[in-house]
């Protein structure tokens, strides 16, 4: 029976050495643009259907978590428990490359923590520098994983995601040993690539979002990954749809932990 991972065509050289280099050394790489148009149309008309129906109560899933608990965030807007919210979304956790990019950094026991939609609204946004994991680890001992699909041109004037190059490799977290976690760090940088990219960024790298400083929201959707041995963002057995499991594949209910 062969792995999972070798049915979705995730094998060595389906990334450049450079891709490889870039996610050891600074944390995080571009994996180019993904989504083409057509793509990105459907998965933004999907998202505004969305929000429209689940008005207040979007998000849900992710705020009253008893798992993982995450704290309501006024500047933004979320979506949470995508993989059961349309068929336009399934590309966005299985796509071979974004899998040869997490198992490059977490290994092969991998699963899908949550897939969720974040949009920093119009003159907010900003989060404080963080990593996606309790407490700092030691270098190599990576357990989260982060994807970002860029649905809107990202730069620094519309609140794209900033991240401090290599900061997954100094065994420390921002609220720790900085003195103001909101303020911008000397050393980050601010995302810009045109919508339908794909970022991975090491979930232990220093992160966070920033400002808006247009009128329109800065949409994105994370899919975010664990090692097979954690507690996922989203229970993703339980939430599973028959509808979702009737159409996903084999290796698609793998990434979900079955
Ligand atoms: O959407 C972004 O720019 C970053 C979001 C993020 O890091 C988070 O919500 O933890």
Redesign the pocket.
């Known amino acids: 029976m062969p792995h999972p991972l070798e049915i979705f065509g995730v094998q060595p050289g389906l990334l450049s050495q450079s891709v490889r280099e870039s996610l050891d050394t600074l944390g995080y790489v571009s994996l180019g643009r993904l989504l083409d148009d057509p793509q990105l149309e459907a998965i933004r008309k999907r998202v505004r259907q969305l929000l429209d129906a689940e008005g207040d109560k979007a998000g849900h899933e992710l705020f009253n978590s008893e798992r993982i608990r995450?704290p309501k965030?006024e500047g933004?807007d979320r979506l949470a428990n995508l993989v059961n919210k349309g068929a336009d979304f399934d590309a966005l956790y299985t796509h071979p490359k974004l899998i040869a990019a997490i198992t490059h950094v977490l290994g092969p026991d991998i699963k899908l923590s949550s897939l969720n939609y974040?949009a920093?609204k119009p003159r907010q946004?900003l989060?404080k520098l963080?990593v996606?994991w309790k407490t700092a680890v030691k270098p190599g001992e990576f357990n989260v994983c982060?994807s970002?699909w860029l649905l809107d041109d990202f730069s620094p004037a519309n609140?794209?995601?900033?991240l401090v190059p290599r900061t997954h490799l100094c065994g420390q977290i921002p609220e720790e040993v900085l003195d103001d976690p909101l303020q911008p760090h000397p050393d980050e940088i601010i995302?810009e690539a045109p919508a339908g990219t794909v970022i991975v960024f090491n979930s232990h790298l220093w992160?966070?979002?920033?400002v808006n400083h247009t009128d329109q929201p800065?949409r994105?959707i994370?899919s975010y990954f664990c090692t097979r041995d954690q507690i996922s963002q989203t229970p993703q057995q339980e939430f599973a749809t028959q509808e979702t499991l009737a159409r996903i594949s084999v290796e698609a209910k793998w990434l979900l932990g079955f």
């Open positions: 995450h965030e933004a974040r920093a946004g989060q963080h996606d982060n970002i609140g794209a995601t900033r995302l992160h966070g979002g920033t800065r994105a994370h």
